[in-house]
């Protein structure tokens, strides 16, 4: 399942990885249906971005549509950092906020 976190506001972020999708997709449907959330963002980067827009709809349009949740912002940024190699590198991040209407 996604990662648990402590304050109010990561609480409700899932974090896309390599785990089972539909691990993702349960997790966005369980802080809006047995948390009550308001919002939850799915964050990612690189190669996860593809996928966090496939659990943010999947989620919206097929397990949450009779909750009234749909997308409600959309952030893409880009990170960077330095590899092993100690060269910098430039990673695409994406955050997808979903709400109640």
Known sequence: MAEAV???NEESTIFIGNKPFMNYVTG???QFTTKNFKEVTVKARGK???RA???AEVASKRFLKEHGVGVKH???DSEEFEDKEGKK???STI???LGKK
Do not use: A, H
Request: positive net charge; proline residues 0%; glycine residues 0%.
């Open 48 to 50: 996860f971005i593809s």
């Open 89 to 91: 590198i430039k990673v």
């Open 28 to 30: 966005v449907v369980m």
């Open 95 to 97: 955050e997808i906020t």
């Open 74 to 76: 959309i952030k893409i």
């Open 6 to 8: 402590k304050t109010k």
């Open 53 to 55: 827009v496939d659990v």
